[in-house]
Antibody, heavy 118, light 107 residues
Framework: QVQLQESGPGLVKPSQTLSLTCTVS??????????WSWIRQPAGKGLEWIGR???????NYNPSLKSRVTISADASKNQFSLKLSSVTAADTAVYYC??????????WGQGTLVTVSS | DIQMTQSPSSLSASVGDRVTITCQAS??????LHWYQQKPGKAPKALIY???NLETGVPSRFSGSGSGTDFTFTISSLQPEDTATYYC?????????FGGGTKVEIK
């Protein structure tokens, strides 16, 4: 059974870079035909797709965040990561990592709350 | 970008009622439309993929239909454990987009 777990600082100062890691167990991020994604959800609001990295290493980003987002993977640690630069209070949200097979997201992390505040 | 319009934003129904949620895309997304259930404090859970296919282990009272731009999600007989927010998601074009959500409550 594939499991995903987000980790990283819960508090980030404005203008700094938010960095989160998703650790995958029960399957390799470098095998199969899967997309490994980041999705966020501000409190009381809907879901926003941030971007994804494919098994091959290719990436896609939401244009609304593209200038500030980098998603990368470390196969040796079976992890993939999110970096979001120049954060503001509007980036405060629960951040989820998730996996899909080119269809619906079957596997999700539990989510991690990141608050942007000085 | 494709726009996803989900309605209603909330509804209240009795146990045993039939509940219907709609999702409309601003352009043809074929059948690349998924439905999720999210309970408070939890990650979303996929219920329906590719418009009408039930994910493994999901009760058969959940169903989906539609193609092109108009999609429907139905709970045939609402149960207390179905209290949640439901989201549609299009998978036809990037960026992947979710609908605004429908909060389902029990009367």
């Amino acid at each position: 059974q594939v499991q995903l777990q987000e980790s990283g600082p819960g508090l980030v100062k404005p203008s700094q870079t938010l960095s989160l890691t998703c650790t995958v167990s029960g399957g390799s991020i470098s095998s199969g035909s899967y997309y490994w994604s980041w999705i966020r959800q501000p409190a009381g609001k809907g879901l926003e797709w941030i971007g994804r990295i494919y098994t091959s290493g290719s990436t896609n980003y939401n244009p609304s965040l593209k200038s500030r987002v980098t998603i990368s993977a470390d196969a040796s640690k079976n992890q993939f990561s999110l970096k979001l630069s120049s954060v503001t209070a509007a980036d405060t949200a629960v951040y989820y990592c998730a996996r899909d097979r080119g269809s619906a997201y079957q596997y999700w992390g539990q989510g991690t709350l990141v608050t942007v505040s000085s | 970008d494709i726009q996803m319009t989900q309605s209603p934003s909330s509804l209240s129904a009795s146990v045993g009622d039939r509940v219907t949620i709609t999702c409309q895309a601003s352009q043809d997304i074929n059948n690349y439309l998924h439905w999720y259930q999210q309970k408070p404090g939890k990650a979303p859970k996929a219920l329906i993929y590719d418009a009408s296919n039930l994910e493994t282990g999901v009760p058969s009272r959940f169903s989906g239909s539609g193609s092109g731009t108009d999609f429907t999600f139905t709970i045939s007989s609402l149960q207390p454990e179905d209290t949640a927010t439901y989201y549609c998601q299009q998978y036809d074009n990037l960026p992947l987009l979710f609908g605004g959500g429908t909060k389902v409550e029990i009367k």
